[in-house]
């Protein structure tokens, strides 16, 4: 799936569980996030070092944020139920 590196980020919060995986060929980014609330899916179109995106439900309004350099990625989830966050 990716020519750089693939990342899995698993969320844990009282609410829900989310998973995110990140799939990167250097360029493009796809970030599927899935809950016991809602599934949200998003395409981010990467400049080679920063990704962002705004992931819309029905239930909750997230913000994701990614920061890479081929192989660090940092995830900051927000929600109407929690704030989680954690590094890869």
């Known amino acids: 799936y990716s020519d750089c590196d693939i990342c899995s980020v698993a969320v844990y919060s009282d609410y829900d ?24 899916s998003v395409a981010i179109y990467s400049d080679y070092d920063i990704c962002s995106a705004a992931v819309y ?8 944020t990614f920061q890479s350099d081929y192989d660090i990625f ?3 989830v927000y929600s109407d139920y929690d704030i989680c966050s954690v590094a890869v």
């Open 17 to 40: 569980i989310c998973i995110v995986a990140v799939y990167s060929d250097c360029d493009i980014c796809s970030v599927a996030i899935y809950s016991d609330y809602d599934i949200c």
């Open 74 to 76: 940092s995830v900051a």
């Open 57 to 64: 439900s029905d239930y909750d309004i997230c913000n994701v």
